[in-house]
């Protein structure tokens, strides 16, 4: 089975600095992850995806993650944050020949001026 | 381009009441699944429809069932509802049922469903 685990459940930083959101993995296969995001009142946005190419994973908003595969890690970071990164961050795993996202318990970031 | 979109935003029901929730996908995709969010936690997998049939089912009572019309559009139907039931259901689109690059999930806003 497919799991994720998010290891901070919440994330305060001050505008402008950097931005470390911590996931790790658990896999019978070569997974596929994914960060997605979630705003108030908000769907679900795919903000970056790994799928066996690069390591490292360069996605929407100065968001990259890096898939590390000795650690079973895949953790968000952005160098500068900025007030509108306040949300809830979802790190979720596929396995390759699958169709069901597997989505860890999310961690909510604060960002103070 | 309209992305997903449910129906309706927001419903109260009570305990033992019947609910039925509404997804249309993107235009040209043809796979929805449903997921449940439970407040404080990720969204956990119910089900996935594609080209009409069930492809795959969560961890879920049988309460739970879904359909899947033929212009794709989508309904979630719980049963003798429970407290517990209080959820954000999120629907997400596929452009197919596989598994190939660029066939990623899109989401909808949800629908957040309160039972008293």
């Known amino acids: 089975a497919q799991s994720v685990t998010q290891l901070d459940s919440h994330v305060s930083v001050s505008e402008g600095t950097p931005v470390l959101l911590r996931c790790n993995y658990s896999?019978?296969?070569?997974?596929?992850l994914f960060w997605y995001v979630q705003h108030p009142n908000k769907g679900l946005q795919l903000l970056l995806k790994?799928?066996?190419?690069?390591?490292l994973v360069k996605g929407i908003n100065g968001f990259e993650a890096e898939f590390k595969k000795s650690e079973t890690s895949f953790h968000l970071t952005k160098p500068s944050a900025h007030m509108s990164d306040a949300a809830e961050y979802f790190c979720?795993?596929?396995?390759?020949?699958?169709?069901?996202?597997?989505f860890g318990a999310g961690t909510t970031v604060t960002v103070r001026a | 381009d309209a992305g997903v979109t449910q129906s309706p935003t927001h419903l109260i029901k009570t305990r033992g009441q019947h609910v039925t929730l509404r997804c249309s996908p993107i235009s040209g995709h043809k796979s929805v699944s449903w997921y449940q969010q439970v407040l404080g936690q990720g969204p956990q997998f119910i089900f996935q429809?594609?080209?009409?049939?069930?492809?795959g089912r969560g961890n879920f009572p049988d309460r739970f069932s879904a359909r899947q019309f033929p212009n794709y559009s989508s309904e979630l139907n719980v049963n003798a509802l429970l407290l517990g039931d209080s959820a954000l259901y999120l629907c997400a689109s596929r452009l197919t049922g596989g598994h190939r690059e660029g066939n990623e999930q899109f989401f909808g806003p949800g629908t957040r469903l309160t039972v008293l």
């Open positions: 896999s019978s296969y070569s997974p596929s």
């Open positions: 429809y594609y080209e009409k049939e069930e492809r």
């Open positions: 790994y799928t066996s190419a690069a390591t």
């Open positions: 979720v795993v596929r396995k390759v020949d699958d169709y069901k996202l597997s």
